[in-house]
């Protein structure tokens, strides 16, 4: 595992709200702590949104022939900045899944940072499309990428994995 895999497996595996690191350190800082009170409702829906995803996003990687599409933090400076146009990543995967040939399955998998920020109103839609499966960002980006039978990303290191493991990689 990289350092970059293994931050993200810890991120995830600590529930958000009682993650001691960052409750600790925002009661030791009580502008932090202010911010904090103030957005209770964004905390809990996050909180609940996660709980729900976890419900129906995949845990494994299909063994279908499929396209990964790995979302990318949002907002995030080389998304909005470099690729303006693909910000709305669920219209990209939309489109992926609509052009694909009918053999192909899409695989969105949620970025680890943005678990829990995007609910049900973002991934509903994809849910709803017959050849889309929604993957949990806890699943193994390198096997989630190496069984893959092309990888698109719109900015992020996946495209860069992808590409190190031999895979076709749209950007």
């Known amino acids: ?85 693909w910000v709305d990543q669920d219209l990209v995967a939309e489109q992926l899944a609509i052009n694909s040939p009918s053999h192909l399955q ?14 049900p109103e973002f991934f509903g839609p994809l849910r709803d499309l017959p050849n889309v499966t929604i993957c949990h960002p806890g699943v193994d980006n390198y096997m989630l990428l190496s069984r893959a039978s092309a990888v698109v990303t719109i900015t992020g290191t996946a495209g860069l994995e992808a590409i190190l493991l031999g895979k076709l990689v749209g950007v």
Not at 21 to 36: G, I, P, Y
Not at 106 to 119: A, L, M, Q, T, Y
Request: hydrophobic share 40%; charged share 20%; aromatic share 12%.
């Open 1 to 85: 595992w990289t350092r970059y895999a293994a931050l993200h497996q810890r991120i995830l595996a600590s529930p958000y709200l009682w993650n001691p690191h960052k409750v600790c350190s925002v009661l030791m800082d009580l502008d932090r702590l202010t911010f904090a009170l103030r957005n209770v409702r964004w905390h809990y829906r996050i909180v609940k949104n996660r709980l729900r995803l976890s419900r129906w996003m995949a845990q494994a990687v299909p063994e279908t022939p499929y396209v990964a599409f790995c979302l990318s933090h949002v907002p995030e400076g080389s998304t909005c900045a470099q690729a303006p146009r």
């Open 106 to 119: 899409i695989v969105v998998k949620e970025h680890p940072r943005s678990f829990g920020r995007r609910g």
